[in-house]
């Protein structure tokens, strides 16, 4: 198996010792363009942004990349389920690590390189101090499988979606930082049943327009947006499989601790249309950001009030902060 340490003294659990710097907090994804709420695919062409920007390269990789490495490894311990790959999506696997590795080879020479002969690869990995020879294709060459080789070493969660019978299939990913939802109960779902649960959106025809829009995804042309929703602490990992240990932090919620408790937390997904296997992947990265750390920026604060207090009640309920709603409202109100 890879050796990445799982972090004793965890970030994003028990101490919770995650911190923004500055920095962090300016270039933190807002997603709200508007003073009220409008419910909107909002999706648009990945392409790179502003030096500094999360949008600079095709992967941000940022000041939590140890700490999100750590966790990931954290939460792979615990539940090896939690990466999970179909038999028919190999080569899409093979695909994510190509893009990935060639990616931030070539946005930070510093820290990642990669070296190719044909199908001889030497990657390096500075920050982590991991090193691999191997031939690309060769299972055995690796000491876990593609996905969950490469998978630990990028930020964010990342699944495969293969594209057939007019439809997109979650057969395969590497998922451990998802805001509420279950890899194992996704799996083998298509586009329409993963997306079940989400309220208002299907009678909208918003999910019919969004799977036209990425079936059509080319390579080279990938595309994103910006989803967000609220998690108390600092938490990466809210998935069902552990409600017991984040469930119970929404009931410590106050009109006080509201700003230090509540985190917005901002998925940028991307999608990348893979070469070799024409599979889909998306990549979710979670920005977390204190409201307090958020209410720095006072345009920021009264744009995120506005939206809260025109969201729809089912909305509220779907994305989980229903019980500290009044609070985190009183808090921004002051």
């Not at 990349?65 to 999970?84: F, K, N, Q, T």
């Not at 510093?110 to 690309?136: K, M, P, S, T, Y």
């Not at 025809?205 to 929703?229: E, H, I, Y």
Request: charge should be negative; hydrophobic fraction near 40%; charged fraction near 25%.
């Amino acid at each position: 198996m890879l050796t990445v340490e799982p972090n004793t003294d965890a970030v994003y659990r028990d101490a919770f010792r995650f911190r923004n710097s500055d920095e962090a907090i300016r270039r933190f994804p807002f997603p709200f363009q508007e003073d009220q709420y409008r419910y909107a695919v909002n999706l648009e062409p990945h392409q790179r942004g502003a030096p500094g920007s999360v949008y600079e390269f095709d992967f941000d990789v940022d000041e939590h990349y140890e700490s999100e490495c750590a966790e990931r490894a954290i939460v792979l311990a615990r539940d090896p389920g939690r990466c999970l790959v179909m038999p028919h999506m190999r080569d899409a696997e093979w695909d994510t690590l190509a893009l990935l590795m060639t990616s931030m080879a070539r946005d930070y020479p510093a820290d990642f390189a990669l070296h190719r002969q044909g199908r001889h690869w030497h990657w390096v990995n500075q920050w982590l101090g991991i090193e691999q020879r191997f031939r690309f294709g060769e299972d055995d060459d690796l000491p876990e499988s593609p996905l969950r080789y490469v998978g630990r070493q990028a930020q964010g969660d990342f699944v495969l979606l293969d594209q057939r019978e007019g439809n997109l299939w979650a057969d395969g990913g590497l998922v451990t930082c998802q805001a509420d939802w279950s890899l194992a109960f996704d799996a083998g779902m298509n586009f329409f049943e993963w997306h079940g649960p989400v309220p208002m959106a299907h009678q909208m025809g918003v999910f019919d327009r969004a799977l036209k829009f990425l079936m059509n995804v080319r390579q080279g042309q990938p595309s994103r947006r910006l989803n967000w929703t609220l998690t108390v602490r600092p938490r990466l990992d809210t998935a069902p499989e552990t409600y017991d240990e984040w469930g119970p932090d929404r009931a410590t919620v106050t009109s006080e601790n509201a700003g230090r408790l509540v985190h917005l937390r901002v998925e940028l997904q991307t999608f990348w249309r893979l070469p070799r296997s024409n599979a889909l992947l998306f990549p979710i990265r979670c920005y977390l950001c204190s409201i307090e750390d958020l209410a720095t920026d006072p345009d920021r604060a009264r744009r995120l009030l506005g939206v809260l207090r025109t969201l729809p009640g089912p909305l509220v309920e779907y994305k989980g902060f229903a019980g500290y709603y009044p609070q985190l409202i009183e808090w921004l109100e002051r």
